[in-house]
Each structure stands twice: as structure tokens, then as C-alpha cells.
């Protein structure tokens, strides 16, 4: 059974591990599905990551969302107007107050809905158990919510003390992140990230075993499942 394309594996194989949560993760996951390892050792690794992600049982509850949060945050970053975010002075800060209310809507959002999700990589995912490529993959991830200083702002949100200073700091961290194409690796790294957890919750539903690779084959318990 070499042929995955025999397998049907889009329309048979995928909706059995998609619990994910937004359109790039369910993407991911099907690229995952579609695209044979080529090595033992890719196969090995896989099934490393997916190990140490299933270590933690609440993992797989505590990373929910709102699939709005999700879609609003990502096109604010990617695509919300350049010119919106330039730098400006006090006085006109002061005398702009339907686009701050804008920006401050933005900001809000996703304060709240990046502060969740790194809870969520700090608190349930183990860097040291995972694979040290993978652990990178992570680390990135964990560096660039870091950089919004999220658990100061949103103190500063409920204390009503985010204003002028705040909103120019992030103005700039989100062009210098559009620019220097972190924001798009951000998002295609979550996606791979949210892609595991997917396939996590079906192997904790399913009781499904990993595949046991050997040196010259593949040797099945159960069912075929890419793992």
C-alpha cells in the first residue's frame, strides 16, 4: 500500500484527525496527510513531537478559541492599512479619536487572543521533550507573542492606562513584523503547530497506535495512518 493517492485519503483519512479550528490549520493538516515522509528518521521525528505534544492531556482542551479571534488578528496583521500605523505626534493622536477607537478595538483583540495562546504553548507544551528542530519552531512562536509585551498590556487594558504611548509601540512592532516577514511565519508556524494538536486529539479519541517503522517496512497495527 504504497499509493496514497489510492487511499483517498482528503475525503477518508483527514476528517478523522480535523479538529482544527481555522481554515490554515486544516490546510496544514491536510499538506501533512498528502506529503509522504521521505526517511525513517522524518517518520521518527514526527512521531516525536506528536509524543511530547500528547504527554500533556490538557493541552489539547486548553488551546480553543474563537475562530473570529483568529481571522481578525491575522488580517489586521497582514493587511490592515500601512498608513493607519504610521508613527504620529501627541496632538494629533488626541484629535483622531474614531481611528484610535479603531485601533484600540484591534489591539484589544488581539492582546486577549495572543495572551491565550501563549498561556497555552508556556503551560502545556515541554520544549525540552520535544525534537531540538522542533523545539525552534517553538521557541519562535513563544519570541514573537513575547515581543507585544502582552501580559503588561492587557494589565494596562483593564486598568484603562493603554493610550498613546501603547499604541505607537505596537504600530511600529506590527510593520517592522509585516516587513521583515515574521508575521507570515508566525502564522504558517501556528498552523503547523495547531495541525499537531489536531491530529493529537484524534489519537486521544480514537486510541489510535503509531506506526512501528522498521528498517525495510512499515509495520501496520490496527490501521494505516500516516504517523
Do not use: W
Amino acid at each position: 500500500m504504497n499509493n496514497l493517492q489510492d487511499l483517498f485519503i482528503a475525503r477518508d483519512i483527514v476528517p478523522v484527525f480535523d479538529y482544527t479550528i481555522n481554515e490554515d490549520a486544516k490546510a496544514a493538516l491536510l499538506k501533512i496527510f498528502t506529503t509522504p515522509l521521505g526517511s525513517i528518521a522524518a517518520i521518527a521525528e514526527r512521531q516525536h513531537i506528536l509524543k511530547a505534544l500528547l504527554a500533556d492531556e490538557d493541552l489539547a482542551v486548553a488551546h480553543q478559541y474563537r475562530k473570529v479571534d483568529y481571522v481578525d488578528v491575522q488580517r489586521f496583521l497582514i493587511y490592515f492599512s500601512q498608513d493607519e500605523l504610521m508613527k504620529i505626534d501627541y496632538l494629533t493622536y488626541l484629535f483622531q479619536q474614531q481611528k484610535n477607537n479603531v485601533l484600540y478595538g484591534h489591539y484589544s483583540q488581539l492582546i486577549y487572543f495572543f495572551n491565550n495562546l501563549e498561556d497555552t504553548i508556556k503551560d502545556h507544551i515541554n520544549l525540552a521533550s520535544l525534537p531540538k528542530g522542533y523545539q525552534e519552531e517553538i521557541r519562535f512562536l513563544l519570541n514573537y507573542l513575547n515581543d507585544f509585551k502582552l501580559s503588561t498590556l492587557k494589565v494596562d487594558i483593564s486598568k484603562q492606562k493603554f493610550g498613546y504611548a501603547s499604541v505607537q509601540m505596537l504600530n511600529k512592532l506590527v510593520l517592522e513584523k509585516r516587513k521583515n516577514g515574521d508575521t507570515l511565519l508566525f502564522f504558517s508556524k501556528l498552523s503547523l503547530l495547531e495541525s499537531y494538536i489536531s491530529i493529537c486529539k484524534a489519537i486521544t479519541k480514537m486510541k489510535f497506535n503509531f506506526v512501528a517503522v522498521e528498517a525495510t517496512d512499515f509495520a501496520l497495527s490496527g490501521m494505516y495512518h500516516p504517523l
